[in-house]
């Protein structure tokens, strides 16, 4: 049987490289399990991908520009934000309604939590 690629079906680089991205992609959405064969072509077009892949990543964290998921409040801000109580934010985390973010022994919420919570969502 004749390979496609000894035939000339594909153009090698692209395809490897289009590979490289899905199984980037795959792996970036927390697949539990990722099988592949690799031949040479597709090992060389995975790892420059996959290097353009830290690399984006690196800029966008570099940049410093933090989103409501990044930003964390202290028990206390939260309190004085939605004028309640400790033993309200310790139901609310009891119930899910809103979870805390422990960080050591430090509780905190994620600002876009509170945010949605003052906006209805």
Known sequence: MVDAYERGDFDQAKDAELFAKKLIA???RGE?????TLTDKSVI?????LY??????N?????GQKTEKDVLLTKKEVMDRLHVSSTTL??????????PVKVGSRINYRLE?????????
């Open 113 to 121: 939590d509170i945010n949605n919570l003052l906006n209805g969502k």
């Open 90 to 99: 310790w139901q609310w985390a009891r119930d899910e309604y809103l979870i």
């Open 26 to 28: 795959s792996i970036s």
């Open 59 to 63: 800029e966008e964290n570099a940049s």
């Open 45 to 49: 077009a995975f790892a420059r991908e």
């Open 32 to 36: 539990k399990h990722v099988s592949v």
């Open 52 to 57: 353009r892949f830290i690399l984006a990543e």
